[in-house]
C-alpha cells in the first residue's frame, strides 16, 4: 500500500505504542539505531507496464523457474485492478487474465499435477476469496480452477506451504486476520477450507513461509515482521521478530521473500517501502544482514514497491546466480510495472557496502 510521507513518519511515531491482540506475544521493540549502509544495484530488465494507467495497479510478483530451461522461465503478477499478467523473462506479457482487484498472488511446483497459482480476490470488501489457476509453462496460459475462502474481510496478502501432501494458502486480510486454508487441488478443480486462524493488532498484508522449518513471516505494515508456527496444529501466537526501528526496516513493511541456503539458514527480504529499500535478515535468527536500493540505471530506480519475489537458480545468463522481481511504484511517465534484478548483483553490493562500513 502507497502512502504519502507525512503519514510515514506518523506511522513511526506510532508503531511503537499501538496494541497487540492476546493471540500475538510481541518482543520488546528495538530503540532506533543508527542507519546502515545501503546497497545500490541496477535492474537487468523489467516488464512492460500493466494495463491500467495512472493509478496504483500493479502490485505483486511470483515467479516459476523453468529447471530445464532457465531461460523460459514465466512471472506471473498482479494488476489489482484489472487480473493478472504473465511474463516471459523479455519482460514481455504472454497472457492476461481479466479478473478484477486481485491484490496478491504466489504459485507453487506440485510436478505431474502441474504449477498452481493462487491469487487473493478483493473483489467482495467484506468476504476475501482466493482464486486457483493452473499455469501452462508451455504456453504462458492461465485456466480458471476453482476458488476458496479466505475468511471475513478485505483480500490482502496470499502465500503457500507445502507439506508433506498437503498444500496450504495463508490468505491474509488487511484488518491484521491470517487464515491457513487447506486446499483440495483436481485435474480440473480446486477448493479449500480453512483450517485455522491468526491474528495481528493492525494492517498486513506481505507474506512468505519457510517449508523447512513450518515457519510463517507477515508483515504489519506500521510495526515489523512477525513469525508464526505454520502447522496447521500449531499455536497460534506470534514473536515480532523484525520490529520497524526507522533505520534497517522502515514503515511500510510490504512484500516478502526467502532465499533458503541449507537446512535453516539463507535470507528473508522485505520491502522497507518507506524509504524505498529492501531489507535483509540472516536466518534462522532473523539477525540484520545488510539492505539495498534498486538504483537508477537505464531501466530507473524502483520507488515505493509493494511486492517482491525470489528465486534461487540459474535463470539463463543474465540472472545466473537468482532472480529478484520487485513492483516498481512509480515508473512515470508509462504505468507501474515490475523490474527484474540479478540475485548476484545484490549479494555483490551487499559486500561492497559491508568493506565501506
Known amino acids: 500500500m502507497r502512502r504519502p510521507a507525512t503519514l510515514v513518519a506518523i ?18 521493540v528495538a530503540a532506533p539505531v543508527t542507519a546502515p549502509v545501503t546497497a545500490i544495484v541496477t535492474a537487468r530488465g523489467e516488464t512492460v507496464p500493466v494495463g491500467t494507467a495512472a493509478a496504483d495497479a500493479a502490485d505483486d510478483p511470483a515467479i516459476w523457474r523453468n529447471s530445464r530451461d532457465p531461460a523460459a522461465s514465466l512471472i506471473v503478477a498482479t494488476d489489482k485492478k484489472a487480473g493478472l499478467y504473465v511474463y516471459g523473462l523479455d519482460g514481455k506479457a504472454r497472457h492476461f487474465v481479466p479478473a478484477g482487484r486481485l491484490n496478491n498472488v504466489d504459485l507453487v511446483d506440485l510436478g505431474r499435477r502441474g504449477v498452481i ?16 489457476f493452473r499455469l501452462d509453462t508451455r504456453s504462458g496460459h492461465l485456466a480458471a480452477l476453482g476458488e476458496a475462502p479466505g475468511g471475513a474481510g478485505e483480500a490482502y496478502g496470499v502465500c503457500l506451504l507445502r507439506q508433506r501432501d498437503a498444500l496450504y494458502a495463508f490468505s491474509v486480510l488487511k484488518a491484521g486476520d491470517i487464515h491457513q486454508v487447506r486446499l483440495d487441488v483436481a485435474a480440473d478443480t480446486a477448493s479449500g477450507t480453512i483450517v485455522r486462524s491468526l491474528k495481528l493488532a493492525t494492517q498486513t498484508e506481505g507474506c512468505v513461509a519457510d517449508a523447512r522449518t513450518a515457519t510463517l513471516y507477515v508483515g504489519e505494515e506500521d510495526r515489523g515482521i512477525w513469525a508464526f508456527d505454520a502447522g496447521p496444529q500449531g499455536p497460534v501466537a506470534g514473536r515480532l521478530v523484525a520490529p520497524v526501528d526507522g533505520a534497517h526496516l522502515v514503515a511500510d513493511v510490504e512484500g516478502l521473500a526467502l532465499a533458503p541456503k541449507g537446512r535453516r539458514g539463507g535470507w528473508l527480504i522485505a520491502s522497507s517501502q518507506g524509504d524505498n529499500a529492501y531489507a535483509l535478515y ?8 545488510g539492505r539495498f536500493r534498486v538504483g537508477a540505471g537505464s531501466l530507473g530506480a524502483t520507488e515505493e514497491t509493494d511486492g517482491i519475489d525470489l528465486a534461487l537458480g540459474s535463470f539463463g545468463k543474465h540472472y545466473r546466480g537468482g532472480l529478484l522481481v520487485v513492483q516498481d511504484g512509480d515508473n512515470a511517465p508509462a504505468a507501474q510495472n515490475f523490474k527484474l534484478i540479478a540475485w548476484r548483483d545484490v549479494l555483490m553490493a551487499l559486500k561492497a557496502a559491508a568493506g565501506r562500513r
Do not use: K, Y
Open 117 to 132: 497459482v493462487v491469487a487473493s480476490d478483493r473483489n467482495d470488501e467484506g468476504r476475501a476469496v482466493l482464486r486457483l
Open 11 to 28: 506511522a513511526l511515531l506510532n508503531c511503537a505504542c499501538a496494541a497487540i491482540p492476546a493471540l500475538a506475544q510481541a518482543a520488546p
Open 282 to 289: 540472516a536466518l534462522p535468527d532473523m539477525r540484520p544482514a
